[in-house]
């Protein structure tokens, strides 16, 4: 016996987070070890990508799965999605070379849950490793030759909300001669870079590849600025569209915007905190995973034999939704990330009132 640990108060955990199911599976021959976290399966089975991450413990793994199932499930439900959300979670490395026996080994993990979760690639995950759980499920999407790259779609869905922000922020969509600070040029920062110019926007940029600045300098006329200064450009609007937590206590302050509105995941360092603090500064903040759900629809439309145009008038939709989230807001007085969470448990709670009796 090894030494003691502490123990982790799973059913605690899916309590509090409303969580239906969590499933381990351990494989020590393939060295697999992962954990499948299902948030809820109201609307449909739970669908959320793999994420392959050398966890610092267990109990880090264990937390990091029951969070981003939970996203899923309100990121599912704000975009009218009929799917539940989930996430699985993969510890190890994720440099691995030997990958087919660690990915076959959780196409069973996913397989055993019965059509309850759909998989797809995340953060460390590829199409090719999907193709490996292909081969011992078809619970999975994201396949080579599939959906393919969901860049074009996330960033149309992106674009389209900073058009409604525009709308409520100065009573016309119109983005020609707006001025739009975006931060990462990543395969979505570019396909946004394109969507904004081909209306007329104009574009100050930044990301730490340089190559990549250059090319939006080159391609699209923006302005560059070095990382750190893109929180103080005088803009209408900011775009995060890389990392997590670039709202936070250091740099909400420096903020010179109308409106925030990009595809970064997670962008509130706390989304109480800073999702508050932005209200009360009169900054308009489109949601991440309402505003960035581009993704999401764009797998879901492998589901649903979608082709990339129905994928993205789908994603179109996310103009609406966002004006839908605003109206509510300022009803009510509340952040705009409050209200999109109402919104997103409404949807959940009418469709429970619909199932009919005795249906799990």
Not at 38 to 54: C, E, Y
Not at 246 to 255: E, Y
Not at 258 to 273: F, K, M, P, Y
Not at 300 to 311: F, K, M, N, T, V
Request: proline share 4%; with cysteine; glycine share 12%.
């Amino acid at each position: 016996m090894g030494p003691a640990r502490d123990p982790i108060d799973v059913f605690g955990l899916m309590s509090e987070g409303r969580h239906e199911q969590l499933a381990f599976w351990c494989e020590p021959e393939s060295g697999y070890r992962g954990i499948i976290a299902i948030h809820d399966t109201t609307l449909g089975p739970a669908l959320g990508g793999t994420r392959f991450w050398n966890y610092a413990d267990e109990r880090a793994a264990v937390l990091d799965a029951l969070r981003l199932a939970r996203g899923m499930t309100y990121k599912a439900a704000i975009a009218g999605l009929s799917i539940g959300g989930g996430k699985s979670v993969i510890w190890g490395d994720n440099k691995a070379t030997r990958r087919e026996p660690i990915f076959r080994a959780h196409g069973r993990a996913i397989q055993s849950l019965g059509g309850r979760y759909i998989t797809a690639e995340d953060v460390g995950t590829s199409p090719v490793d999907m193709e490996f759980v292909r081969r011992e499920t078809e619970h999975v999407v994201g396949l080579p030759g599939r959906s393919g790259d969901p860049s074009p779609v996330t960033a149309y869905g992106v674009y389209r909300g900073i058009k409604a922000c525009a709308r409520i922020e100065y009573g016309s969509d119109a983005l020609e001669g707006r001025h739009v600070a975006i931060q990462g040029l990543g395969h979505v920062g570019q396909h946004l870079c394109e969507d904004l110019v081909q209306e007329g926007a104009r574009l100050t940029v930044t990301d730490i590849d340089p190559e990549r600045v250059k090319r939006a300098v080159d391609t699209f006329g923006a302005t560059a600025v070095e990382a750190d200064a893109i929180y103080e450009v005088d803009a209408d609007v900011f775009a995060p569209c890389a990392l997590g937590a670039v709202i936070n206590d250091d740099t909400i302050g420096r903020l010179r915007v109308d409106i925030v509105a990009g595809a970064a995941n997670n962008q509130l360092a706390r989304s109480g905190t800073h999702g508050l603090a932005l209200h009360e500064r009169g900054i308009l903040y489109a949601p991440d995973y309402v505003i960035n759900a581009g993704g999401l629809i764009n797998v879901y439309g492998e589901l649903r034999g979608w082709s990339l145009e129905q994928s993205k008038a789908k994603a179109g939709d996310i103009y609406d939704t966002l004006l839908h989230i605003f109206e509510l807001a300022k009803s009510e007085g509340l952040p705009t990330g409050e209200a999109a969470d109402r919104v997103a448990e409404d949807r959940i709670l009418a469709a429970k009132n619909l199932q009919p009796a005795g249906k799990p």
